[in-house]
């Protein structure tokens, strides 16, 4: 089996310009704060504590509580099971669709009309 590449040059060269981008805007206003005359050093100290004391003291809190639940519940070795068919989506529209052939579709093509919404199987 063949496997396509998640995405095509071109799509990764739009992501590395966008990433770069944002790297540029984030060290340009370092330097705009660096730079200016009137820095306001207590909002400043703020902003420092909080990207690196605050937001990895979140994250590892965060971290911790997984690893407890993990060693509580042990690994998850299924998915939760849950209602396969359903008549009403959660804007109230009413569901029409052939379950049982849409589990083999490559494809699935969502048809929203004013009243319901429509799976259909795409080949």
Do not use: C
């Not at 990433?19 to 540029?24: E, K």
């Not at 805007?25 to 306001?40: D, E, G, M, P, Y």
């Not at 052939?101 to 795409?122: F, S, V």
């Amino acid at each position: 089996m063949v496997r396509k590449p998640l995405s095509s040059k071109g799509r990764k060269l739009v992501h590395f310009l966008m990433l770069a981008g944002g790297w540029l805007l984030f060290f340009s206003a370092w330097w705009r704060v660096l730079t200016t005359q009137r820095i306001n050093f207590p909002i400043l100290g703020w902003l420092i504590l909080g990207a690196l004391i605050i937001i990895p003291l979140i994250t590892l809190f965060w971290q911790r509580h997984n690893l407890h639940l993990y060693k509580r519940k042990g690994p998850r070795l299924n998915l939760r099971r849950v209602e396969e068919h359903y008549e009403h989506d959660w804007q109230g529209l009413q569901v029409r669709a052939d379950w049982a052939g849409l589990r083999a579709a490559h494809r699935i093509e969502i048809a929203l009309e004013p009243d319901q919404k429509r799976y259909l199987q795409r080949s």
